[in-house]
């Protein structure tokens, strides 16, 4: 069980387009979901908190014009990067949690390159 | 401000030996702590936690001590194995309803053949 996953895994796009991420708890009802950023060799930088049926909370200094988050059910959530920039490069990762555990469970990951 | 360290970026261990990860934490609200194993280019994988109510928790081959007072946390894994190269974050958790986890920077973990 708790099992979760993100789609795409991999995604190449131009300067100044937008993409969508989509992580989906494919076993349990996850409440909140997480969006993390992971840099070279550096730790899991939390972005935002999605709960569902309510705005996402973002952390200090995340744009959230930028990532705009959706978790409009139980079991997805979905982290839209847009106008991307070279920057935005990097390695996404969500996360789900049971409903009053602290466990999360994370995604596969998604390796975006910006061009 | 980093709230919850790993010292150690990198750990090499013979096989069949002991690995032993160490973590420190500041904040003493943290009332739960995890840790998880990340192979590159993948998600964490979560291994084993500890409510701040015990002081150890095990799970096969993998140990967790918590020593509040020193603010200190160590995962043991005996006998160690080839597989068990990756990288380990620990994370600590607070009470309330979001319940967001902190990570350390992470310990690489070699273990040698």
């Known amino acids: 069980g708790a099992v979760v996953s993100q789609h795409p895994s991999r995604v190449i796009c131009k300067s100044g387009t937008s993409v969508k991420i989509e992580c989906r708890s494919l076993d349990f009802q996850a409440t909140t979901m997480f969006w993390y950023r992971q840099f070279p060799k550096q730790s899991l930088m939390l972005m935002a908190t999605s709960n569902e049926g309510s705005k996402a909370t973002y952390e200090q200094g995340v744009e959230k014009d930028k990532f705009l988050i959706n978790h409009a059910s139980l079991t997805l959530s979905t982290l839209t990067v847009t106008s991307a920039h070279p920057e935005d490069s990097s390695f996404y990762i969500c996360?789900?949690?049971?409903?009053?555990?602290?466990?999360?469970?994370f995604g596969p990951g998604t390796r975006l390159t910006v061009t | 401000d980093q709230q919850v360290k790993q010292n150690s970026p990198s750990l090499s261990v013979q096989e069949g030996r002991i690995s032993i990860l160490n973590c420190d934490y500041t904040?003493?609200?943290?009332?739960?702590f995890l840790w998880y194993k990340k192979y590159p280019a993948e998600g964490p994988t979560f291994l084993i936690s500890i409510s701040s109510i015990k002081d150890k928790n095990e799970d096969g081959r993998f140990t967790v001590f918590l020593n509040k007072s020193a603010k200190h946390l160590s995962l043991h894994i005996v006998p160690s194995q080839p597989g068990d190269s990756a990288v380990y974050f620990c994370?600590?958790?607070?009470?309330?309803?979001?319940?967001?986890?902190?990570f350390g920077s992470g310990t690489q973990l070699t273990v040698l053949p």
């Open positions: 904040n003493s609200m943290f009332d739960y």
């Open positions: 994370a600590a958790g607070l009470s309330g309803s979001a319940r967001q986890l902190t």
């Open positions: 996360s789900a949690r049971f409903p009053g555990r602290y466990e999360q469970y």
